[in-house]
């Protein structure tokens, strides 16, 4: 048989000594794994002749190297080495780099900030199953704040033109996925955190960086699973030809966009419905019941918007006696004719005929803030023969709540 070259029997050399090192560290680590649970943590002692306490098929591996280690420290001009072996040997993998599972002995203060001691070491599985405290929840979320530069990665507010159509169940369960996309975006601000103090540090371990990555990668996409998750059962009412164009919608620090109006615009267009052309500024609700229907679909308040609102009357109408006129001065009969000409102008209202059956009330003016005249028509006698709910007049604070940064707001 030809002789191996001197070369080859280098690297042959130097690959048997990596083997015998890597099964060296195997055979330590499964001793360390098998040791008893109160010496799980300790390091393996040295003996004097600084060799590690392992098995008695160890040391004959160790002979074996140093047997091997002998032969090329001999003659190292001979083997054509130009650096010692051991710079060489440094050079194989550690335990981290083959993502081993060493036990990590850790200090009293890492183990308290993990509020955790050896004998309760599964907490967060205890969260996991049993949830945190409402007190310590608190004070995490009021604790950290996002960022200037990544606002998008918090919870979306529902649009306030579908806000104001959904039912209160649908409302509640909005809320409650929003609250949950808060927490989210609180954890993926700390694991921002925690990267932009490795990134300053000296010591930036490539491998803790990579595992951050991954965790806020997989955080930021769950983000955008529930946000989805709320777009679902919000628009599950709405045409589909609609419903297309409010997905194709980014999502930015509202749920359906910023420019949700514009979209609604598009897709009105796109669905080739036809507008009732509206020669008048007033009484012209009718001529966007395609629009209300993409809010709302409430048979009710779409039949107003359709057809008008009917008066319910509970009994036949008849009226008693004619309201007499009030004498007024010939500055208050001009404005009332200033009033009524703006109504007719605007449609507000139409001129009638006299007939049967007929139901005459009284009619006064009062200031605006303005300076101008508002047009009263007094029903208090009529309301009589209807049929009365009683309903909560929304004020001032509901209508605050309903309002969004860039809102617009028309005096009526």
């Not at 098995?55 to 280690?69: E, F, K, L, Y």
């Not at 949950?180 to 601000?189: D, G, H, S």
């Amino acid at each position: 048989m030809p002789k191996r070259k001197r070369k080859d029997s280098d690297e042959y050399l130097l690959r048997k000594i990596k083997k015998l090192e890597r099964k060296i560290q195997k055979r330590t680590r499964r001793l360390s794994s098998d040791s008893s649970s109160d010496k799980s943590n300790t390091e393996l002692t040295l003996h004097e002749d600084n060799q590690p306490d392992v098995s008695p098929d160890v040391p004959a591996i160790i002979d074996s190297i140093d047997d091997t280690m002998s032969v090329i420290q001999s003659s190292p001009a001979e083997v054509g080495l130009d650096q010692p072996i051991t710079e060489n040997i440094s050079d194989i993998p550690s335990t981290s780099e083959a993502h081993s599972e060493t036990p990590v002995v850790l200090d009293n203060n890492i183990l308290e900030l993990l509020d955790e001691t050896p004998s309760k070491s599964k907490k967060w599985e205890h969260i996991a199953t049993t949830s945190l405290s409402k007190e310590i929840k608190r004070d995490l979320l009021e604790k950290y704040f996002l960022a200037e530069n990544c606002l998008k990665i918090g919870s979306p507010q529902l649009n306030p033109e579908i806000k104001a159509a959904l039912s209160d169940i649908l409302l509640k369960k909005d809320k409650a996925i929003e609250l949950k996309q808060k927490q989210q975006a609180i954890a993926i601000t700390c694991i921002g955190q925690a990267l932009t103090t490795i990134f300053s540090s000296q010591n930036k371990d490539s491998g803790v960086i990579k595992l951050l990555l991954d965790a806020a990668r997989l955080l930021c996409d769950s983000q955008y699973i529930e946000s989805m998750s709320r777009r679902s059962f919000v628009t599950s009412t709405i045409k589909k030809e609609i419903k297309d164009h409010l997905y194709s919608t980014e999502i930015d620090s509202f749920l359906f966009g910023e420019k949700l109006a514009e979209t609604l615009k598009i897709a009105r267009a796109s669905a080739d419905t036809p507008i009732e052309e509206v020669r008048c500024t007033a009484g012209r609700l009718a001529a966007f019941y395609d629009r209300w229907r993409l809010i709302t679909n409430d048979p009710v308040i779409l039949s107003w918007v359709k057809n008008g609102y009917k008066i319910p009357f509970s009994t036949i109408v008849k009226q008693e006696f004619i309201p007499s006129c009030k004498n007024v001065s010939q500055k208050e009969h001009n404005e009332f004719q200033v009033v009524i000409n703006d109504l007719l102008n605007s449609g507000s209202i139409s001129e009638c005929t006299p007939c049967n059956m007929q139901y005459i009330s009284s009619i006064f003016l009062v200031p605006k803030p303005n300076g101008k005249k508002r047009f009263i028509l007094n029903l208090k006698s009529l309301n009589k023969f209807t049929l009365t709910n009683h309903f909560k007049m929304e004020d001032l604070r509901t209508t605050l709540k309903l309002l969004s940064k860039n809102s617009y707001v028309q005096l009526i």
